[in-house]
């Protein structure tokens, strides 16, 4: 299991201008706002010495006092955001064919013409999918309010320290339905990238049955996750060194922060790009067309 991910690592490091495109694009989507956000941010600040203070270390009651005053300046990024949201994520799905064709052409050089050919092939198969993808993903969070109920009742009465280890059996299975999901995605856009003839609809419940039988691509999923998350870790432990006291280390800490965004831009491909060996290790059952004895219909058998 931990073969594939090592030879998938291998594969995607000779393809990192795939990686750069990738993080480019997300980077200039993020500057779109965190430019006029920062000015928004200088004006209402004026002489304030309100970030000054933030700048060396966070304190809640100072930003709460600065969006109190200032909050409405901001009020007009909110739609701005939402629309970004929906270009990111219309984005990551057109590039997710990309991704998918790079990992079949695993030995080979990172092509853009093959790039662009591939991320355009199943477009609104996988925009379509993302729509399954969103409304089960959000019954799941419904159904997960129960056991949030469930185990809030049993901590009441408690102290603060009870309650935490009360409400953490839920957080940890919503935890589990959304990277679930996420992993279900994953490898249906591959199933539909392999199956010209497989819609998103039944992609979806053959990745959800590929997957409870191979419990292994979640292991490999939190793998990944942990990974990004100790780089994360390791970049507070950076910024909390630095401080933010100079324009010098702003400067440093800027820098830290791209790194770290880049090695999680990585991650995220990684985790697409993986399913394909995945998948070819451990095929998914196929679907076989066979004639049957009148010749006039056609039966479909499953295999393994």
Known sequence: ??????????????????????????????????????????NEANNSIALEQ??????FMIFSDFMIQSGKAFRPFLPLIMILGVVYMAIQVFFAGGI???????????????F????????????????FQLIFLL?????????FFIFASIGEGGNEKDYFFAMLPPILILLFFISFVIVLGDYARSMIFEDDNLKPWPAFWKSFGYIFKNMKTLVLFYFIILTGGLFSLLYLLLENAFGMTSGFSIFIVFIFQQILSF????????SQYITIPFLEKYPAPVRRIAPTENFDDENIVEEL
């Open 54 to 59: 933030l700048l060396p270390k966070f304190d």
């Open 1 to 42: 299991m931990f073969q594939i991910l090592k030879n998938a690592f291998s594969s995607l490091q000779k393809k990192w201008p795939l990686v750069v495109l990738i993080y480019a694009v997300s980077f200039v989507l993020a500057f779109v706002v965190a430019r006029p956000f920062y000015v928004t941010i200088l």
């Open 100 to 114: 998918i064709g790079e990992a079949k052409a695993y030995s080979e050089k990172f092509d853009l013409n093959r």
């Open 263 to 270: 090695i999680r831009t990585f991650l995220k491909v990684l």
């Open 139 to 147: 019954c799941l969070i419904a159904f997960s309010g129960m056991f």
């Open 116 to 131: 662009w050919a591939n991320s355009s092939k199943n477009f609104f198969k996988y925009a379509l999918f993302l729509i």
